[in-house]
């Protein structure tokens, strides 16, 4: 696992804590769960991008891949 500092400031970081405290877990624990469903929910505008990003560029594509 690759690890990453975030750099919250003191009322972030104070209610991410009570947060964690009233679920019976650790901030980091809390965090990661966040950073997962965010990624879950912008999956599909990473995909719409890669998709319009292909479109785009298909022409290119193709000639590459002679």
């Known amino acids: 696992m690759t690890e990453i500092t975030?750099?919250?400031d003191p009322d972030r970081?104070?209610?991410l804590a009570d947060l964690a405290d009233a679920q019976g877990r650790r901030p980091e624990e809390v965090a990661e769960a966040a950073?997962?469903?965010?990624l879950r929910?912008?999956?599909?505008?990473?995909r719409a991008q890669a998709?319009?990003?292909?479109?785009?560029h298909a022409e290119?594509?193709?000639?590459?891949?002679?």
């Open 13 to 15: 970081h104070r209610a």
């Open 51 to 56: 998709e319009r990003l292909a479109e785009e």
């Open 35 to 38: 950073v997962e469903a965010y």
């Open 41 to 46: 929910a912008d999956s599909g505008c990473v």
């Open 60 to 66: 290119l594509l193709r000639r590459l891949g002679e």
């Open 6 to 8: 975030l750099h919250l």
